[in-house]
């Protein structure tokens, strides 16, 4: 499938055992023993009519708001809207050892082409559920009830947190600032104890990140995609 134009390159696997990116620390206090401070983030945007070069202004704000908070980019990739093409790229890109976490951008709406939820969640072992929640919750904030016609979603895949918005500029900075930043390093600290054996199960995973009270679905509707 020719899906994306990488930033990136897989060979940083060969060679590696199976961990994931080494974090350069973790912060303390029971609960957070395990977060990172930093993550590597591979960002795919989905779309049929954009370029990396040129266009693509939700996967480059994604880039640009993990660097300025401290954290690396791995990776950049495109591809189109095919079931195929970002269900097979997404599993790639988070089995890789230089990748902690996967963010995607378009896809989630309601249109025919709108594949990307469908695609993502066979690999995931297991869903976040409150991410999805809590944007459309916050998402209710901006646009009121056009909120239900967005499907962000997120879960686990091979002990890498991925993480699906939709591909509008603004849906992607208010998923960004306001859930993924505060708490990718917390999840990506929990998804990575499975590599190393540790039972994390969901005990903690489900009640920091989002899912503090399982109010209605509310996310921005994307029909950018």
């Known amino acids: 499938m020719s899906d994306s134009h990488s930033h990136g390159s897989d060979d940083s696997r060969s060679g590696d055992d199976g961990s994931h990116h080494d974090h350069e620390g973790h912060s303390h206090g029971g609960h957070h023993d395990h977060d990172a401070d930093t993550v590597a983030v591979a960002v795919v945007t989905v779309s049929s009519s954009r370029s990396l070069d040129s266009g693509d202004t939700s996967g480059e ?10 954290h690396e980019v791995s990776v950049r990739e495109l591809v189109p809207d095919e079931y195929d093409s970002v269900q097979g790229t997404v599993d790639r890109l988070a089995r890789r050892k230089d990748t902690d976490v996967v963010v995607t951008t378009g896809g989630t709406g309601v249109t025919p082409d709108d594949v990307t939820p469908e695609a993502v969640r066979p690999l995931f072992a297991k869903t976040l559920d409150g991410f999805g929640e809590l944007f459309r919750r ?7 009830t056009r909120t239900i016609g967005s499907r962000a979603t997120a879960g686990i895949t091979a002990g890498t947190p991925v993480f699906c918005l939709p591909g509008s500029e603004n849906a992607v900075t208010l998923g960004v600032d306001e859930i993924l930043l505060p708490e990718v390093g917390h999840l990506v600290g929990l998804a990575g104890r ?4 540790d039972d994390s199960d ?6 920091d990140g989002n899912g503090e009270d399982d109010s209605d679905g509310d996310e921005p509707p994307e029909s950018d995609t």
Request: no cysteine.
């Open 61 to 70: 704000y994604v880039a640009t708001a993990f660097e300025e908070a401290g």
């Open 138 to 144: 916050l998402s209710y904030e901006e646009i009121g």
């Open 194 to 197: 499975e590599d190393e054996g």
């Open 202 to 207: 969901g005990e903690n995973g489900e009640d």
